[in-house]
Nanobody
Framework: QVQLVESGGGLVQPGGSLKLSCATSGSIFSVYNMAWYRQAPGSQRDLVAIIESAGRTNYADSVKGRFTISRDNAKNVVYLQMDSLKPEDTAVYYC????????????WGQGTQVAVSS
């Protein structure tokens, strides 16, 4: 069982920055691809960014150039640096861990709220 705990959400003005953290329950990055998703009210949960086990990253078009996903292997933490935030970035952000070898091993954090408003 993988446990994920997000933190770092909050209220920020348009153009501002936030950094989300996802603390994992152990050294899982060699086995799990890590990702951030977000879900706005009344909308589906969408992929924001992913960092594969080998370190390759990918982003949704809507956040390319503004968001950066990274991880600290020593601390077992995944980050999402969010810059130039827009009101449409407002959502609950979820950390996800998905096994490279067993798709049934797919875990979610509890989510952290990000609100972008003046």
């Amino acid at each position: 069982q993988v446990q994920l705990v997000e933190s770092g959400g909050g209220l920020v003005q348009p153009g501002g920055s936030l950094k989300l953290s996802c603390a994992t329950s152990g050294s899982i990055f060699s086995v799990y691809n890590m990702a951030w998703y977000r879900q706005a009210p009344g909308s589906q949960r969408d992929l924001v960014a992913i960092i594969e086990s080998a370190g390759r990253t990918n982003y949704a078009d809507s956040v390319k150039g503004r968001f950066t996903i990274s991880r600290d292997n020593a601390k077992n933490v995944v980050y999402l640096q969010m810059d130039s935030l827009k009101p449409e970035d407002t959502a609950v952000y979820y950390c996800n861990a998905k096994s490279r070898f067993n798709p049934d091993r797919n875990y979610w954090g509890q989510g952290t709220q990000v609100a972008v408003s003046s």
